[in-house]
């Protein structure tokens, strides 16, 4: 016989480099329930397989793996990413596993996938899309929670850099159901009257963050005509709303530091430029002069006395022209003193404070009517259940079951021989009527 004979290792290590080999088998994802989990070995690692209706595969996830092994147990549905890998040695395959997440999980995982594609299809990501923050902004709008940190770290970043800087914040939710409803209340109401607008939370679970992936928050966010940045969480945490803010930043205090000047550092800049101009300016003076000889200055001196003495009255004209103008820029800075004081009365405006606690009181209101709901649901509930007991004792319902119930002509509930005699009337009430009847014999019931 010609045939190649192999020998067992030879045809593993076949087997191996064909699987290898396969871009497939190199990353796939395989959806099953965990099965023979042991939790994590002496080693660190991790050994289980995952199962469905018709078949298994054996898992394994090593020591060093950065996935969420803590929270694996048996019979739970997974989704988990990895590649299949021939184990030479046993002769059998397994699915090297690098990262694993709960299957519930997971289908919220497509459903922002495929969503994240529709909205990109649209172009709502698009970076030619997005407005340029303005380099000198005066009033931002931050939206966010009024009792955690992003606001705190805002304010603290935004008035190191600038003190005369106008923040003004809309509370909202920042997570749970509803949240991005909020959200888009911000946004909307701070959209065309501020300069900037920044948006966000400081990180969390991708379940935190969900509310920051609805579309029509996204939706919102690209259409707001005002500058908006996003400070939602971490490098890691991007959602669907970062995508589409003109600017993301990773932490609130980054966002403050994007949204708002220095403003010391602006005056320096300022008054460094302002040297230069009059060092440059003095220098250009002393080079020329030093060109002109004192023949050329002497007819020059000529030349301008000619020419004052013929265009004398031109030259009264021209001082008109020159007070005018320093009378328009003394009135032009006396009206920006104006100007600056008015803003100053207007930071401390009772309009300003007014509207600033219409909007607690209506975030106040909304939190009221909801716990109301709950506690009138709970009021409900406990009502049914006072009712059914009731029900449960009720006379008429035992009259319904074929008890019946006995009085005498005083309407005294008879309740032992005692209570009667004969020749006696009493009234026995049923279910639907009552009777009427006379005592005609009195019989003991022996041993009760």
Same mark, same amino acid.
């Given at each position: 016989?010609?045939?190649?004979?192999?020998?067992?290792?030879?045809?593993? =290590?076949?087997?191996?480099?064909?699987?290898?080999?396969?871009?497939?088998?190199?990353? &796939?994802?395989? $959806?099953?329930?965990?099965?023979?989990?042991?939790?994590?070995?002496?080693?660190?690692?991790?050994?289980? *397989?995952? #199962?469905?209706?018709?078949?298994?595969?054996?898992?394994?996830?090593?020591?060093?793996?950065?996935?969420?092994?803590?929270?694996?147990?048996?019979?739970?549905?997974?989704? =988990?990413?990895?590649?299949?890998? /021939?184990?030479?040695?046993?002769?059998?395959?397994?699915?090297?596993?690098?990262?694993?997440?709960?299957?519930?999980?997971?289908?919220?995982?497509?459903?922002?996938?495929?969503?994240?594609?529709?909205?990109?299809?649209?172009?709502?990501? *698009?970076?030619?899309? $997005?407005?340029?923050?303005?380099?000198?902004? $005066?009033?931002?709008?931050? /939206?966010? *929670?009024?009792?955690?940190?992003?606001?705190?770290?805002?304010?603290?970043?935004? +008035?190191? +850099?600038?003190?005369?800087?106008?923040?003004?914040?809309?509370?909202?939710?920042?997570?749970?159901?509803?949240? =991005?409803?909020?959200?888009?209340?911000?946004i909307k109401y701070f959209d065309g009257k501020v300069d900037v607008i920044i948006f966000g939370r400081g990180g969390g679970s991708f379940e935190d963050l969900f509310?920051?992936?609805?579309?029509? &928050?996204? %939706?919102?966010?690209?259409?707001?005509?005002?500058?908006?940045?996003?400070?939602?969480?971490?490098?890691?945490?991007?959602?669907?709303?970062?995508?589409?803010?003109?600017?993301?930043?990773?932490?609130?205090?980054?966002?403050?530091? &994007?949204?708002?000047?220095?403003?010391? #550092?602006? /005056?320096?800049?300022?008054?460094?430029?302002?040297?230069?101009?009059?060092?440059?300016?003095?220098?250009?003076?002393?080079?020329?002069?030093?060109?002109? *000889?004192?023949?050329?200055?002497?007819?020059?001196?000529? %030349?301008?006395?000619?020419?004052?003495?013929?265009?004398?009255?031109?030259?009264?004209?021209?001082?008109?022209?020159?007070?005018?103008?320093?009378?328009?820029?003394?009135?032009?800075?006396?009206?920006?003193?104006?100007?600056?004081?008015?803003?100053?009365?207007?930071?401390?405006?009772?309009?300003? /404070?007014?509207?600033?606690?219409?909007?607690?009181?209506?975030?106040?209101?909304?939190?009221?009517?909801?716990?109301?709901?709950?506690?009138?649901?709970?009021?409900?509930?406990?009502?049914?259940?006072?009712?059914? +007991?009731?029900?449960?004792?009720?006379?008429?319902?035992?009259?319904?079951?074929?008890?019946?119930?006995?009085?005498?002509?005083?309407?005294?509930?008879?309740? $032992?021989?005692?209570?009667?005699?004969?020749?006696?009337?009493?009234?026995?009430?049923?279910?639907?009527?009552?009777?009427?009847?006379?005592?005609?014999?009195?019989?003991? +019931?022996?041993?009760?």
């Open positions: 016989m010609n045939e190649n004979v192999f020998s067992v290792t030879q045809v593993n =290590a076949i087997m191996g480099e064909l699987v290898k080999g396969n871009p497939v088998l190199s990353r &796939l994802c395989v $959806k099953g329930e965990i099965t023979n989990y042991k939790g994590i070995n002496a080693r660190g690692h991790v050994y289980f *397989s995952l #199962k469905d209706a018709n078949a298994q595969i054996s898992c394994v996830i090593f020591a060093g793996t950065n996935t969420g092994i803590s929270h694996l147990r048996e019979g739970q549905n997974v989704l =988990a990413y990895g590649r299949i890998n /021939v184990y030479e040695k046993g002769g059998y395959y397994q699915l090297i596993v690098s990262d694993v997440i709960d299957a519930g999980i997971g289908l919220l995982y497509e459903q922002l996938e495929a969503l994240k594609e529709k909205l990109r299809l649209e172009g709502l990501f *698009s970076p030619e899309h $997005k407005k340029p923050i303005p380099k000198y902004v $005066k009033t931002v709008g931050v /939206v966010t *929670s009024e009792t955690g940190a992003v606001i705190h770290d805002i304010e603290t970043v935004s +008035r190191r +850099r600038n003190r005369f800087i106008r923040l003004f914040l809309y509370p909202c939710m920042v997570q749970g159901k509803g949240a =991005a409803a909020t959200i888009i209340k911000g509310e920051y992936n609805d579309e029509e &928050l996204v %939706r919102t966010v690209y259409n707001c005509k005002t500058p908006i940045i996003s400070a939602i969480g971490h490098e890691v945490d991007t959602t669907l709303a970062d995508m589409a803010s003109d600017k993301r930043a990773a932490t609130p205090s980054e966002a403050a530091e &994007l949204a708002v000047f220095e403003y010391d #550092k602006f /005056v320096r800049e300022l008054e460094d430029r302002k040297s230069k101009l009059s060092a440059l300016m003095h220098e250009k003076i002393d080079e020329y002069r030093d060109h002109v *000889s004192e023949d050329v200055k002497r007819d020059i001196s000529k %030349r301008m006395h000619h020419i004052i003495e013929k265009n004398r009255y031109r030259l009264t004209s021209d001082k008109k022209k020159q007070l005018s103008i320093l009378i328009h820029a003394r009135l032009n800075k006396e009206k920006d003193t104006v100007e600056n004081r008015k803003q100053a009365l207007q930071n401390k405006n009772p309009r300003y /404070v007014l509207d600033m606690q219409k909007i607690r009181l209506d975030h106040i209101a909304d939190g009221l009517a909801s716990a109301m709901k709950v506690k009138l649901t709970g009021s409900k509930q406990r009502m049914k259940l006072l009712m059914e +007991r009731l029900e449960g004792v009720s006379p008429i319902k035992r009259l319904s079951k074929g008890y019946s119930f006995v009085s005498d002509e005083n309407g005294r509930a008879v309740k $032992k021989l005692e209570d009667v005699r004969i020749n006696d009337k009493v009234k026995i009430e049923l279910q639907n009527g009552t009777i009427t009847a006379r005592v005609e014999e009195l019989t003991e +019931r022996k041993g009760l």
